[in-house]
């Protein structure tokens, strides 16, 4: 059969380990037939991307500082020729101000996360723009916590609000282009940004047992998702949030919570 994404060049950023979700999109797309350029934030996390990218159909890695201008200037100077689409996984908080009441979010905490886990998108798309084909594709993450208090998710619940409403603009924006610009809300799983949050194991329990799908989300169900919206399948879609959580979004009170009462 011929794969969907065959001949397909793209950009992800944000991959830290194999357990991240940036890397289960990465797997599905080379599957499918895309190669991809991959960055990394630090030395750290350059030696856990190095033996992934030879997992898959990679056309090189570069380091990347979102909070950096002229390191996503240089990301652009070296993707060579033109790409396809381009994954933004990328967020980051004060671990220490993600406890507590967010009333006591820091100022310097709350400029900081917006600045990278929102705003980033928006240049790093601006950025990119000269480089991207028509009909091409982008793809943030995001999660439940942007429209819905959770618990120790705080200022990035906000911050996932801005990226959120970006999309939408963004994808006006492109779409004279044809090019396509939506997120994935991933529910929770067990990856080092999802270890950062406060009883994040509880969390992860209580969204398998009181989701429709009564199982634990994998790489591979979101990575699967991702190829629809990288692929011509999905070439009418923009601007939108694609839930991939088992539809633990659609349940308003669990059995369970009932139980209790």
Same mark, same amino acid.
């Given at each position: +059969? $011929?794969?969907?994404? !065959?001949?397909?060049?793209?950009?992800?950023?944000?991959?830290?380990?194999?357990?991240?979700?940036?890397? #289960?999109?990465?797997?599905?797309?080379?599957?499918?037939?895309?190669?991809?350029?991959? $960055?990394?934030?630090?030395?750290?996390? @350059?030696?856990? %991307?190095?033996?992934?990218?030879?997992?898959?159909?990679?056309?090189?890695? +570069?380091?990347?500082?979102?909070?950096?201008?002229?390191?996503?200037?240089? %990301?652009?100077?070296?993707?060579?020729?033109? &790409?396809?689409?381009?994954?933004?996984? %990328?967020?980051?908080?004060?671990?220490? !101000?993600?406890?507590?009441?967010?009333? /006591?979010?820091?100022?310097?905490?709350?400029?900081?996360?917006?600045?990278?886990?929102?705003?980033?998108?928006?240049?790093?798309?601006?950025?990119?723009?000269? @480089?991207?084909?028509? #009909?091409?594709? &982008?793809?943030?993450?995001?999660?439940?916590?942007?429209?819905?208090?959770?618990?120790?998710? /705080?200022?990035?619940?906000?911050?996932?609000?801005?990226?959120?409403?970006?999309?939408?603009?963004?994808?006006?924006?492109?779409?004279?282009?044809?090019?396509?610009?939506?997120?994935?809300?991933?529910?929770?799983?067990?990856?080092?940004?999802?270890?950062?949050? /406060?009883?994040?194991?509880?969390?992860?329990?209580? $969204?398998?047992?009181?989701?429709?799908?009564?199982?634990?989300?994998?790489?591979?169900?979101?990575?699967?998702?991702?190829?629809?919206?990288?692929?011509?399948?999905?070439?009418?879609?923009?601007?939108?949030?694609?839930?991939?959580? /088992?539809?633990?979004?659609?349940?308003?009170?669990?059995?369970?919570?009932?139980?209790?009462?």
């Amino acid at each position: +059969m $011929t794969k969907v994404l !065959e001949g397909k060049r793209g950009l992800i950023v944000g991959i830290a380990n194999d357990h991240s979700i940036a890397w #289960g999109i990465a797997k599905c797309l080379s599957e499918e037939g895309a190669s991809m350029y991959l $960055t990394y934030q630090n030395e750290s996390i @350059k030696k856990r %991307v190095e033996p992934l990218s030879q997992k898959i159909n990679c056309l090189g890695i +570069m380091p990347c500082d979102v909070s950096e201008t002229s390191s996503l200037e240089n %990301v652009c100077d070296g993707i060579e020729g033109n &790409i396809d689409f381009f994954v933004h996984a %990328v967020a980051y908080s004060d671990k220490n !101000e993600l406890a507590g009441k967010y009333l /006591n979010t820091s100022k310097e905490n709350f400029l900081k996360t917006l600045h990278i886990s929102a705003y980033s998108l928006t240049e790093m798309t601006r950025l990119l723009s000269p @480089k991207m084909n028509n #009909g091409s594709s &982008i793809l943030a993450l995001t999660y439940y916590g942007s429209t819905r208090y959770m618990q120790s998710y /705080n200022v990035m619940g906000v911050a996932k609000a801005a990226l959120e409403t970006s999309i939408r603009y963004l994808a006006v924006d492109m779409g004279d282009r044809g090019i396509r610009v939506n997120a994935i809300s991933a529910g929770p799983m067990r990856t080092l940004a999802g270890a950062v949050i /406060n009883k994040s194991r509880q969390i992860y329990n209580y $969204t398998i047992n009181n989701s429709p799908i009564k199982k634990p989300l994998s790489l591979d169900d979101i990575g699967k998702s991702s190829v629809y919206l990288m692929s011509n399948l999905s070439k009418g879609v923009t601007g939108e949030i694609l839930y991939v959580d /088992n539809g633990y979004n659609k349940v308003g009170m669990s059995i369970q919570d009932l139980s209790s009462i």
